[in-house]
């Protein structure tokens, strides 16, 4: 198990947790929503536990479709 994933184990069982994975998975269901599934925690598999000093969140949202991979700030190369 990597840093995060037993970093967050705990939060993840937690109420508010399961609550906003229900929703995001309704949401899923009835429109696109970005980014994909799979790259919501991108960011984390990209730097481990130990090595992160400052976390940025961004909120602007994309003006394209399928611009945010998990990454703030970020677009991926075409």
């Known amino acids: 198990m990597d840093e995060w994933e037993l970093l967050l184990k705990e939060e993840k069982k937690k109420p508010y947790f399961l609550e906003l994975q229900k929703f995001l998975?309704?949401?899923?269901?009835?429109?696109?929503?970005?980014?994909?599934?799979?790259?919501?925690?991108?960011?984390?598999e990209k730097t481990p536990f130990s090595k992160v000093?400052?976390?940025?969140?961004?909120q602007d949202p994309y003006h394209g479709l399928g611009q945010a991979h998990g990454l703030a700030f970020s677009v991926k190369k075409e």
């Open 25 to 44: 998975k309704e949401e899923r269901a009835q429109s696109t929503v970005f980014p994909a599934e799979e790259e919501v925690f991108f960011a984390l």
């Open 53 to 58: 000093k400052v976390v940025l969140l961004g």
